[in-house]
């Protein structure tokens, strides 16, 4: 069953074109919204704590960098449990670099139009023009330093995905056919004679050291027989609770 990430700027079209992919394949589909209301409640954060901490522009960032990749490993590790039961459409920030340890994902980049963009925040969020431009302005520069400074990668760079879907040109339908006809290549198959990672080992996260500086161990809430992959990422995520 196929894994696949999809990474959506603000009102892009990207929700549309998971929600679709997973009718048409009959895959669960998870957001990234969802992905952080699942942690906070399996880690025992709180979800504002987790949501504002992970939102912090990078000065923040920096000063609680140890903090700030516990909560990316409690993420992770979620992610995992939902790849782990089969296949999976993912739509949010990097999640492509969330699953870099699974080879078989299929990254995908969903864009549109700035114009297009403005048009559906004012009309799905009753924005005026303005306000829409801003708040597109502000989330693509906190996403772009959200991969920057913590991975060292550029979240536009087009080597980073697979296939690069530009909304202005196709359909979300179209857009959901391609992919959808892109899972069937042998490259995204999942198999057990693939090593562990692909294209090059799993990203590392920016300044820190192999083990990292981690805060005081979190016991997840409920415990099961995981691979040695998920088990090391529950053994990683070590919270601050209250800071």
Same mark, same amino acid.
């Given at each position: 069953?196929?894994?696949?990430?999809?990474?959506?700027?603000?009102?892009?079209?990207?929700?549309?074109?998971?929600?679709?992919?997973?009718?048409?394949?009959?895959?669960?589909?998870?957001?990234?919204?969802?992905?952080?209301?699942?942690?906070?409640?399996?880690?025992?954060?709180?979800?504002?704590?987790?949501?504002?901490?992970?939102?912090?522009?990078?000065?923040?960032?920096?000063?609680?960098?140890?903090?700030?990749l516990a909560y990316v490993k409690c993420v992770t590790a979620v992610l995992l449990d939902h790849v782990r039961q089969g296949g999976l459409v993912y739509h949010g920030n990097v999640g492509h670099l969330l699953l870099a340890g699974?080879?078989?994902?299929?990254?995908?980049?969903?864009?549109?139009?700035?114009?297009?963009?403005?048009?559906?925040?004012?009309?799905? /969020?009753?924005?005026?023009?303005? %306000?829409?431009?801003?708040?597109?302005?502000?989330? @693509?520069? &906190?996403?772009?330093?959200? *991969? +920057?400074?913590?991975?060292?990668v550029d979240w536009n760079d087009p080597g980073q995905y697979d296939v690069i879907l530009n909304l202005e040109h196709l359909s979300a339908e179209s857009a959901c056919e391609t992919i959808a006809r892109m899972t069937g290549l042998?490259?995204?198959?999942?198999?057990?004679?693939?090593? /562990?990672?692909?294209?090059?080992? %799993?990203?590392?996260?920016?300044?820190?050291?192999? @083990?990292? &500086?981690?805060?005081?161990? *979190? +016991?997840?809430?409920?415990?099961?027989?995981?691979?040695?992959?998920?088990?090391?990422?529950?053994?990683?995520?070590?919270?601050?609770?209250?800071?």
């Amino acid at each position: 069953m196929a894994v696949i990430t999809i990474s959506r700027g603000s009102y892009s079209g990207g929700k549309a074109v998971a929600e679709q992919l997973g009718a048409r394949l009959n895959h669960p589909v998870f957001s990234r919204e969802q992905a952080l209301l699942q942690a906070a409640e399996q880690y025992g954060i709180s979800e504002r704590e987790l949501t504002e901490t992970l939102n912090q522009p990078p000065p923040f960032w920096q000063q609680v960098l140890g903090k700030r990749l516990a909560y990316v490993k409690c993420v992770t590790a979620v992610l995992l449990d939902h790849v782990r039961q089969g296949g999976l459409v993912y739509h949010g920030n990097v999640g492509h670099l969330l699953l870099a340890g699974v080879p078989h994902v299929l990254r995908v980049r969903v864009i549109a139009g700035l114009e297009q963009r403005i048009t559906a925040a004012m009309a799905q /969020s009753g924005l005026n023009r303005e %306000q829409a431009i801003a708040h597109i302005q502000r989330v @693509d520069h &906190e996403r772009s330093k959200w *991969a +920057q400074v913590l991975y060292g990668v550029d979240w536009n760079d087009p080597g980073q995905y697979d296939v690069i879907l530009n909304l202005e040109h196709l359909s979300a339908e179209s857009a959901c056919e391609t992919i959808a006809r892109m899972t069937g290549l042998k490259e995204f198959q999942p198999s057990p004679r693939k090593p /562990s990672t692909s294209r090059g080992r %799993q990203p590392e996260f920016k300044g820190v050291g192999r @083990d990292g &500086e981690q805060p005081a161990h *979190a +016991q997840r809430r409920s415990g099961s027989h995981r691979p040695r992959r998920q088990r090391d990422h529950h053994r990683q995520c070590r919270l601050h609770q209250g800071g």
